[in-house]
């Protein structure tokens, strides 16, 4: 049976009729050599490729950078900010210590201890006192005008003012 089988092979091979040849019907300026290269799809079940804006993406692009950019300079402007508060902060300590250095004391005050800065009824001459604005009783010879707290550094901290 398997020699049947070779030798109905061998028939069909020999056969010398011409072989038909099949005709493509597809213009051949239809067909693409490689279909998976094109920028679009080729199939009628493809993906939808749309082409790129440029102009648009490239104005998203800008939006974000320009919104970055803002939220950079946003975060340096509070830095500023901090700075020039703390700025003015030490530049207050230097002129209520000036005013101390300047102020009546007949006492040395020492570091890490609360004082008072008082005005004189005259307004020109200040006093420096151990004793607080609400233990001096009814009458007060002095005006208040801050509470301090003298510092490591030989600055005066203001704990509580009236300025």
Same mark, same amino acid.
């Given at each position: ?13 020999? @056969? ?46 800008? *939006?974000?950078?320009?919104? *970055?950019?803002?939220? *950079? ?5 509070? *830095? ?11 530049? @207050? ?71």
């Amino acid at each position: 049976m398997a020699e049947e089988l070779k030798k109905k092979r061998r028939d069909i091979t020999d @056969d010398k009729e011409p072989k038909l040849s099949t005709k493509n019907p597809i213009d051949k300026d239809k067909i693409a050599e490689n279909p998976h290269m094109l920028p679009y799809a080729h199939t009628v079940g493809g993906v939808v490729i749309r082409p790129m804006d440029r102009g648009r993406t490239k104005g998203l692009a800008v *939006q974000a950078m320009y919104e *970055q950019a803002d939220g *950079q300079m946003d975060q340096i402007r509070e *830095q500023i900010e901090l700075l020039a508060a703390q700025a003015k902060k030490i530049q @207050d300590r230097v002129a209520i210590s000036e005013d101390i250095y300047l102020a009546e004391m007949n006492f040395k005050p020492l570091i890490g201890h609360t004082y008072h800065l008082y005005t004189k009824a005259d307004e020109t001459t200040k006093v420096l006192s151990m004793v607080g604005p609400y233990q001096w009783g009814r009458k007060k010879p002095y005006t208040f005008i801050a509470t301090v707290k003298l510092l490591a550094d030989h600055t005066w901290e203001v704990m509580e003012s009236d300025l």
